[in-house]
């Protein structure tokens, strides 16, 4: 008796950890069928307006902001700390609120397009820093592509608009790397005009898009 009950014990948790497993799977597809809402646009504008007060202090006070190539990027970097951590407190509290349940799944998904990116320009960033400083003036205009590759594969989730921003990324990433070749410096506004013109259009079209949600509804 006891060896049938935990036989029957068994099977029936081996059911269970199935159906959990299968309810996951479904929850992660509906997720990525989804549009995902996390991104709030006011806080969008904010980190392009940041970029563009970036690009004007290193323009302004180079000697400050600019005196040499790391220093020019470590400022870029700190921008892009504080922009991830703004955009990500918001993303977290706003999937929470309009997703609900599937705030998880959909955070997940969200977090696993622009992943590959992000770890990409973190890691040539860290190469070239270290090894090959001479090389530095690249990564503005790899960043952007970079940043474009990201919002493409995130289309899925995001409004259609989107696009027309990641298009704007690449082909401002590949007219970067272009100019900055000519005389491999950094320039501030080579930072401070595509991020700053590309997260206010994305702000604009992720407005657009809730609005239109919202008078659906």
């Known amino acids: 008796m006891y060896f049938a009950i935990q036989s029957y014990n068994g099977v029936y948790m081996g059911d269970l950890d199935k ?4 309810l996951g799977d479904i ?14 646009p006011a806080v969008i504008a904010m980190t392009g307006g940041l970029a563009i007060v970036t690009a004007l202090a290193q323009a302004s006070l180079p000697h400050v902001f600019a005196p040499d190539d790391k220093t020019f990027l470590l400022c870029w970097i700190i921008v892009a700390i504080v922009s991830i951590g703004l955009v990500g407190t918001e993303m977290i509290a706003r999937t929470r609120r309009l997703h609900g349940g599937m705030a998880d799944a959909m955070l997940f998904n969200a977090v696993e397009y622009f992943f590959p990116a992000g770890l ?8 070239l820093y270290q090894f090959a400083p001479e090389a530095l003036w690249s990564l503005p205009g790899l960043w952007q592509i970079l940043v474009a590759v990201g919002l493409f594969a995130a289309t899925r989730i995001l409004p259609r608009t989107i696009n027309i921003v990641a298009a704007w990324y690449f082909l401002a990433g590949v007219t970067v790397l272009i100019l900055s070749a000519q005389g491999q410096v950094l320039m501030p506004w080579a930072m401070g005009l595509p991020f700053g013109v590309g997260q206010l259009l994305m702000a604009a079209f992720l407005k657009a898009a809730h609005d239109e949600g919202d008078d659906e509804h």
């Open 19 to 22: 159906a959990l497993a299968d």
């Open 27 to 40: 929850r992660s597809r509906l997720a990525a069928g989804d549009m995902f809402c996390g991104f709030g």
């Open 120 to 127: 990409a320009g973190t890691a040539i960033a860290a190469v």
